[in-house]
């Protein structure tokens, strides 16, 4: 039986939010962009090269928040939630 949360066509989000960090990253070879279903909506798991971890996040956090708020607006046109996780570079998933 095939996993439905396996799909190779992009989850809602997940084109808007490569979009904008491929504006955002220095070194987008790093740039890895992970997306998943699950019960609780569509999760993307961001991975960005150490030196692109401080412009990711912003100053207090504001830039990551304000793309959460994004995509909150993005999923609410689809009717999902979609939610938005940084991994630290050098740290497992």
Do not use: C, W
């Not at 939010?17 to 798991?45: A, C, N, Y």
């Not at 090269?49 to 830039?63: C, P, S, V, Y």
């Amino acid at each position: 039986m095939a996993d439905p949360t396996a799909s190779t066509a992009p989850l809602p989000g997940y084109d808007f939010l490569r979009f904008v960090l491929e504006q955002i990253v220095e070194d987008k070879e790093s740039l890895k962009i992970e997306q998943r279903l699950d019960d609780l909506g569509v999760l993307l798991t961001v991975h960005v090269a150490e030196k692109d971890m401080a412009k990711l996040i912003g100053k207090q956090g504001q830039t990551v928040k304000s793309l959460r708020t994004l995509l909150r607006v993005v999923g609410g046109i689809s009717n999902q939630r979609i939610n938005l996780r940084v991994i630290e570079p050098n740290t497992p998933s």
